[in-house]
């Protein structure tokens, strides 16, 4: 019984998967994160880095979004 | 009718019925953390993960060309389509055995354990490719839950320590984040699955002359297959999703939304870069890894469960299969039918076992076991409420949290 395992690709799949869900989950939290400071900001009249929080909340989903666009496009064969 | 449509019919009817099983067993996947956190209702749950499913199952055109992935020669099984049936049938049980007990398994290696009973019958063990199985099957269910559990602990550790999961903007996001990540689950599951039983039906049409050779499925092909698929996620397997929900650990909003994330990542990884991995173990080890990620309980009994579930779904469904090939092969049209009605008594004798202690959409949040037994315990399970009843429990829960909040 010969047993064929692609090492490096598993190695590979392993890196990704960790990488990219980590990656996701980081730019996800920061957006949360950005959204709940401009809240508690608005809540509290307070204009000093109101403009700069809704800047980096607004890329970090952006990038979200981006992501998941290249999700479905590997999801959906009749685009590759 | 002749014997040999008499045989297509019946492969035909009966990987129908498994694409049935496999929608219910799986529909858990995608949405059990959903279900769980309150980010859809079970009942929209199991409607988008459905439409995603036929979606998924009518996008792609690469339909299996073999069923059998190496592990055996595929010309032994299309030479006698009953041994098909012989797998199908082995499938289809252990899948209702395992909703039974709510474990989650994966419906791919219960049907290459069936093909595999049913070719040990035929041609021997030697008939077999072990270092295929060992590399395709046993491998990758170890491997998968560990893959997406590291993922999923990493990407909890981050969301907890960066965002602050108890604010009302968090759990917005986390939330929508949860719905669109399970939503890729199912569509990715409906373009892996859903072709699955096209690429069985097919190659039997072709082995018994109704297709040629090297043609696509057929349009009847295609919609029966997605709809059915379709129509087994809606179904729910609510008990599945009890466990998956409930059961591993307790879930909120952003450890639904890393471990969906891992979930849908793991299965993008392994398709793409050439190391298959199955969505049932990957699902299950990123639900697992969330809980260790934040630092929850986990009930390792209940994985434990699995864990012995997953190990032995290759040789139970394979000893169905082999029986059912045995009679089926050797006993032509009478052995087929007898095979028929022994496929439907273990069906319905599990049912009937189900709806002792049955789970559904109104009750699947309600405990984290499933009970067997004909007795009940009134500390774990609730009796089945109707639509209007758990439309004004989450209307009384949503009115409470926008109070809170």
């Not at chain 2, 072990?130 to 590291?150: E, Q, R, Y």
């Not at chain 2, 969505?279 to 209940?302: D, F, K, Q």
């Not at chain 2, 032995?312 to 299969?321: F, M, R």
Request: glycine share 10%; net charge neutral.
């Amino acid at each position: 019984m010969s047993v064929n395992v692609d090492w490096a690709s598993l190695g590979l799949v392993t890196v990704v998967t960790v990488l990219v869900t980590s990656f996701v989950l980081l730019i996800t939290a920061a957006a949360a994160r950005m959204l709940d400071e401009i809240h508690l900001k608005r809540k509290a009249g307070e204009v000093e880095g109101l403009h700069a929080a809704e800047v980096a909340a607004g890329f970090f989903l952006t990038l979200v979004g981006v992501i998941l666009v290249f999700g479905l496009w590997l999801i959906i064969p009749y685009f590759h | 009718m002749s014997s040999t449509l008499f045989i297509v019919l019946v492969v035909v009817i009966t990987a129908l019925i498994f694409d049935f099983t496999n929608g219910f067993h799986d529909s858990s996947n995608a949405m059990a953390t959903s279900v769980a956190t309150g980010a859809f209702t079970p009942k929209r749950a199991v409607l988008v993960a459905a439409i995603l499913n036929i979606i998924g199952a009518c996008l792609s055109t690469e339909v299996a060309k073999t069923i059998s992935g190496g592990m055996f020669d595929d010309s032994l099984v299309q030479a006698a389509p009953a041994m098909i049936f012989a797998g199908l049938a082995g499938a289809i049980l252990w899948n209702l055995a395992t909703w039974l007990f709510g474990l989650p398994s994966s419906s791919s290696h219960a049907l290459f354990g069936g093909l595999i009973g049913a070719v040990i019958v035929a041609a021997g063990i030697q008939g077999v490719q072990w270092g295929t199985v060992v590399s395709k099957i046993i491998l990758p269910a170890i491997i998968a839950p560990c893959v997406a559990g590291m993922a999923a602990a990493a990407a909890t550790w981050i969301a907890y320590r960066v965002a602050r999961p108890n604010d009302p903007y968090s759990i917005k996001v986390f939330r929508n984040g949860q719905r669109l990540s399970a939503s890729l689950v199912a569509l990715s599951h409906g373009t892996s699955d859903g072709q699955k039983t096209m690429g069985v039906i097919t190659l039997v049409l072709v082995a018994a002359g109704y297709q040629e050779s090297g043609t696509g499925p057929q349009w009847w092909v295609i919609a029966s297959a997605g709809l059915a698929i379709g129509l087994g996620t809606y179904s729910g397997g609510w008990r599945i999703m009890r466990t998956m929900g409930k059961g591993l650990v307790h879930v909120d909003s952003p450890q639904g939304f890393a471990s969906e994330t891992a979930s849908t990542v793991a299965i993008l990884a392994s398709s793409h870069l050439g190391f298959a991995l199955s969505t049932t173990h990957i699902c299950t080890g990123s639900i697992l890894g969330s809980g260790v990620g934040r630092g929850s309980n986990v009930s390792w009994g209940t994985f434990g469960r699995m864990g012995i579930a997953w190990l032995i779904t290759l040789p139970a469904s394979g000893v169905v299969g082999a029986v059912t090939s045995y009679v089926a092969v050797r006993g032509g049209t009478m052995g087929t039918i007898a095979v028929i009605i022994m496929l439907l008594a273990g069906a319905l004798a599990i049912i009937r076992q189900a709806n002792h202690n049955k789970v559904d959409f109104s009750n699947v949040n309600d405990a984290t076991t499933v009970v067997v037994s004909k007795q009940t315990d009134p500390a774990l399970i609730r009796k089945p409420h109707t639509v209007e009843q758990v439309k004004q429990e989450f209307a009384s829960v949503s009115s409470r949290e926008g109070s809170d909040s």
